[in-house]
Nanobody, 125 residues
């Protein structure tokens, strides 16, 4: 099982950009689907984006499709979430996550095998 470390959160104004990173330990990173969830205060954790283990397929929540991109580098055991045109409603703790199986299964928290500790993103208006 991989261990994940989140980084890259911070505070930005609406319309700004942030890049989140996820660094994994373990030799099997390349066999996991990797992505992010987020959780705003008082709300449930929700799916953001994911990328297949080979990096050739991606999936996004509807609110993220036009503004977020996801990538991975299996040689470096890293993944990244680039977010542009951020909105106040994007404010949340963002969690890197990894799951075995297929991309379509990733958006469901019960399929996640490993979680990062999260990084806070705050977007002010």
């Amino acid at each position: 099982q991989v261990q994940l470390v989140d980084s890259g959160g911070g505070s930005v104004q609406a319309g700004g950009s942030l890049r989140l990173s996820c660094t994994a330990s373990g030799r099997t990173f390349g066999s996991y689907v990797v992505g992010w969830f987020r959780q705003a205060p008082g709300k449930e954790r929700e799916f953001v984006a994911a990328i297949s283990w080979r990096g050739d397929s991606t999936a996004f929540a509807d609110y993220a499709k036009e503004r977020f991109t996801i990538s991975r580098d299996n040689a470096k055991n890293t993944a990244a979430l680039q977010m542009i045109n951020l909105k106040p409603e994007d404010t949340a703790v963002y969690y890197c996550a990894a799951a075995r199986g297929v991309l379509a299964d990733f958006p469901y928290t019960y399929n996640i095998n490993s979680w990062g500790k999260g990084t806070l993103v705050t977007v002010s208006s």
